[in-house]
């Protein structure tokens, strides 16, 4: 079947063309938001697509499985550009990176199986909660206080921004791994980076820098993203010329989000974010309920 929708999407590409720019664009603006802010760029590509489908009629064969299969696919190349710009400012914790795949891997492919057992209406209600939770998440962040955790912490690191300021933080692996895990089960059952959650975890719980946060999730987003991938693929949720579509613009809007990063604040983009996940999770839950 998946043959038929490349065979198809191929031979009638004079009028697909602006469904491929569509993709393009929408990669590239998901590639940018989600390298500035660490969010992998999933969280906008799923119910994007699925929205060109349900509502546009565009993209034949599109399920909410296959949405999630070409997401995965995509955020190998939206981790590994926004990874290898990160790497030049040396702001990626490689070390932390591994210890927390060693959570987010598992979770990651056992997401990915769960994923088939829903349905359109129940993958857009529980997308849509997890949305809005990300989003109250997000808007709350600034106002939550640190946790002591960083007093148990055996992994301790310092780090020293480009102004000179020291910060000093920390994890028990166990932790952090135990939290990862459920972070990759999100992430492989939505099609989501996992940076969403795992960003927020790593400045209130650990006291991450949050340019340290941000670069070393993207690096987790692009180890994660291979292993959810490996199952999609095996499950046969990836629809290819769809993920060929989107390669290009997740690619460059990665490299874009990531220089962004380096010379602005993202305050005013995530504030922006945080309105965008609320209206997209309230959406999708209407949907859920009234497919």
Not at 198 to 221: D, E, N, R, Y
Request: aromatic share 12%.
């Amino acid at each position: 079947m998946e043959d038929v929708y490349s065979l198809n999407f191929f031979i009638k590409a004079d009028t697909q063309l602006e469904w491929i720019i569509l993709l393009v664009v929408t990669a590239l603006c998901a590639g940018i938001i989600g390298s500035l802010v660490g969010l992998g760029g999933g969280i906008i590509i799923v119910p994007a697509v699925l929205y060109f489908h349900n509502s546009l009629g565009l993209l034949d064969g599109l399920t909410p499985q296959k949405a999630v299969g070409i997401s995965t696919v995509m955020m190998i190349f939206t981790g590994l550009s926004s990874t290898l710009s990160y790497i030049k400012y040396k702001r990626v914790d490689y070390k932390t990176g591994l210890i927390f795949f060693i959570g987010s891997g598992p979770g990651g492919i056992l997401g990915s199986y769960v994923n088939k057992m829903l349905d359109l209406n129940s993958f857009n209600l529980f997308f849509g909660t997890f949305i809005i939770i990300v989003s109250v998440v997000l808007m709350i962040k600034d106002k939550l206080k640190p946790s002591k955790l960083i007093n148990s912490a055996t992994v301790k690191k310092t780090f020293i921004n480009q102004n000179g300021k020291e910060y000093i933080y920390g994890y028990r692996p166990i932790i952090a791994i135990s939290i990862c895990f459920i972070v990759g089960f999100c992430s492989g059952l939505f099609g989501i980076g996992g940076g969403s959650l795992i960003v927020p975890a790593m400045i209130l719980l650990f006291l991450f820098p949050p340019h340290v946060a941000i670069a070393t999730s993207m690096f987790l987003v692009f180890l994660s993203s291979i292993t959810n991938s490996v199952t999609h693929i095996a499950l046969g949720n990836v629809i290819w010329p769809y993920a060929i579509a989107l390669i290009p613009g997740a690619w460059f809007g990665a490299k874009i989000g990531a220089y962004i990063n380096t010379k602005l604040k993202s305050s005013t983009l995530v504030s922006i974010l945080r309105i965008m996940l609320l209206v997209i999770g309230v959406k999708l839950i209407f949907e859920g309920f009234t497919g």
